[in-house]
């Protein structure tokens, strides 16, 4: 089964930037990643996807035109690049892969990193 890997969080402060990574193993060929976000107390939040068969992405109002989603299929590495990030961006962020981008839910993943922690200085 898939397994992926993450890297890239830590501490940013307000209207910085951040890249996250996702790495996949064996292969991202035939899986589409999600990224959800996670803030303290609350669920998982759907923020974006990149699809699987091709590079197309979708994207949560909350992060669009702030948040991109681009993939490395040869290095099997998906990442998300944040920009002008704010105090709500805090919280966990997830990468996780179904076999498309179709479903809103994560309870729809098949596979999930462990997580990462980003944290927004107010």
């Known amino acids: 089964q898939m397994q992926l890997v993450q890297y890239g969080g830590g501490l940013v402060q307000p209207g910085k930037s951040l890249i996250l990574s996702c790495i996949a193993s064996p292969s991202l060929e035939f899986y589409a990643i999600a990224w959800f976000h996670q803030a303290p107390g609350r669920g998982r939040e759907r923020i974006g996807c990149?699809?699987?068969?091709?590079?197309?992405?979708t994207y949560a109002t909350s992060v669009e035109g702030r948040f991109t989603i681009s993939k490395a299929q040869l290095e099997n590495t998906v990442y998300l690049q944040m920009y002008n990030m704010k105090p709500e961006d805090t919280g966990v962020y997830f990468c996780?892969?179904?076999?498309?981008?179709?479903?809103?839910?994560?309870?729809?993943?098949?596979?999930w990193g462990k997580g990462t922690l980003v944290t927004v200085s107010s």
């Open positions: 990149i699809s699987g068969n091709d590079d197309s992405t």
């Open positions: 996780a892969a179904d076999f498309t981008c179709a479903s809103q839910s994560h309870n729809a993943m098949k596979s």
